[in-house]
């Protein structure tokens, strides 16, 4: 079964740094392209990062473009989002995504979420 699960996430202060990691399992990790977006309350879920399977080429959305990075260790089955010079308009769930093609059809998968919260 596909699982995607998410930890690292907590309360820190602005400027401070969080590291997410996601754990997958289910599927070709190497052969997937991995994502992580947020989501704040009342607001629409958006993509921050994004990681690709082929070349592991990565794109940032621009209000953290600079400050976080996304990473994965194929060998772990393992994303990363590095968080550094963390802001208060930070703060939201962010969810851990895969997209795999299986049996002729691109499939996504989210993880739970892990909320992160910025604040002095």
């Known amino acids: 079964q596909v699982q995607l699960v998410e930890s690292g996430g ?3 202060q602005p400027g401070g740094s969080l590291r997410l990691s996601c754990a997958a399992s289910g599927f070709t990790f190497s052969s997937a392209d991995m994502s992580w977006y ?6 629409e879920r958006d ?3 994004q990681i690709t ?4 080429s990565t794109s940032y ?7 976080f990075t996304i990473s ?3 060998a772990k089955n393992t994303v990363y989002l590095q968080m550094n010079s963390l802001k208060p308009e930070d ?3 962010y969810y851990c ?3 795999f093609r299986r049996l002729g059809f691109w499939r996504e998968y989210w993880g739970q979420g892990a909320q992160v919260t910025v604040s002095s």
């Open 72 to 74: 994965r260790d194929n």
């Open 10 to 12: 907590g309360l820190v």
């Open 91 to 93: 703060t939201a769930v």
């Open 61 to 67: 959305a621009d209000s953290v473009k600079g400050r």
């Open 53 to 56: 399977n082929s070349d592991g």
């Open 47 to 49: 993509l921050v990062a």
């Open 97 to 99: 995504k895969s997209r």
């Open 38 to 43: 947020r989501q704040a309350p009342g607001k």
